[in-house]
């Protein structure tokens, strides 16, 4: 008899085709509702769900007997992982994977906000260019002052990719490391004042709800980007349109949202501000390596008793490894 998989979310063809060979697959879109969820759910072993959708906590509770979780996504916040650990459900992520497509956003958000993309191709196209003449100069990036919150897997990679542009590179995070060459700020005010880029891409939850404040903001001040990489939830999204709008911060960059796929109007008509729908990892390649680690985990773990890549609250657990 195969094991019981319940999926919330979305997965590809190809995460579903892999599914089909190793479980029993029930949807939740179509069992919560169902009069047959109560007998389903105790036969529930495994959760493939998103780092959006994640574990609500009344769908935790319901299955007494989950053994694993498998996030497709490298943020994990939407579920409890204390609670999991606790329980002794692991739960894994699909780190590293993604890391060089976020970084690549990041540097391309950077090098939009500052060269006027989206208003330089608008000029070009509505002609513009030959009515009124060329386009007002832009900035560059080039040896410019970058902070970074969150020196993680891709953090350091957005670090290290940035020495092409000559960029003086900072981090905040909780703990300071001993294996960077970056100067550390224990305060993110401090850096922010420092800087001409602040970088987010830490992770989310409680720890960093709506870090970047008015403080920050205000440090980072009418000459300096905001580039958001991470969630909507470290920038506290009031405070940011205030600053745009009343000129105290100078441009954003923005892949997420307080409150997504929903975009404040404000932000939408900004020209100082470049916006995509949180679509860093969204490369076909990067996406089919994440939705194959999401899968790899599950099979795994039923396999061998293990998994590939646990989150860090789970590391402990005997089948982390």
């Not at 949807?27 to 009069?35: A, L």
């Not at 053994?67 to 999991?84: E, Q, R």
């Not at 305060?187 to 001409?196: C, E, F, K």
């Amino acid at each position: 008899m195969t094991n019981e998989l319940l999926l919330i979310g979305g997965a590809t063809p190809r995460m579903m085709e892999r599914f089909d060979k190793s479980f029993t697959i029930h949807k939740w879109d179509e069992v919560k509702d169902s009069p047959d969820w109560p007998a389903i759910a105790p036969r529930i072993k495994a959760v493939a769900t998103n780092g959006h959708d994640g574990v609500k906590p009344e769908i935790m509770a319901a299955l007494p007997n989950l053994a694993v979780i498998s996030c497709y996504g490298v943020g994990y916040d939407a579920i409890d992982t204390s609670l999991a650990a606790k329980r002794g459900i692991m739960v894994t992520h699909t780190p590293n994977v993604l890391n060089a497509d976020v970084a690549n956003l990041a540097i391309l958000l950077m090098l939009a906000t500052s060269r006027c993309l989206v208003r330089d191709e608008a000029w070009a196209r509505s002609g513009k260019w030959a009515e009124e003449g060329n386009a007002p100069l832009s900035r560059s990036i080039e040896h410019k002052k970058v902070g970074i919150l969150g020196l993680g897997r891709i953090g350091s990679e957005i670090a290290r990719k940035l020495a092409v542009f000559n960029c003086d590179i900072s981090y905040h995070s909780r703990n300071k490391r001993a294996d960077v060459p970056y100067p550390y700020y224990d305060n993110l005010s401090a850096m922010a004042g420092d800087v001409d880029y602040l970088i987010a891409i830490t992770t989310g939850g409680p720890a960093t709800q709506k870090i970047i404040n008015r403080e920050v903001l205000d440090a980072l001040g009418s000459e300096g980007t905001l580039i958001n990489v991470a969630r909507g939830s470290v920038v506290d999204e009031h405070e940011l349109i205030l600053a745009l709008t009343e000129g105290r911060l100078g441009w954003a960059g923005l892949d997420v949202f307080e409150n997504e796929p929903h975009i404040p109007a404000e932000l939408c008509a900004m020209e100082n501000v470049t916006l995509t729908p949180h679509v860093a990892s969204g490369t076909v390649e990067t996406r089919q390596a994440m939705g194959d680690l999401t899968v790899d985990n599950l099979v795994q773990f039923f396999e061998k008793g293990t998994v590939i890549s646990a989150v860090p609250e789970c590391q402990d657990l005997p089948s982390a490894s």
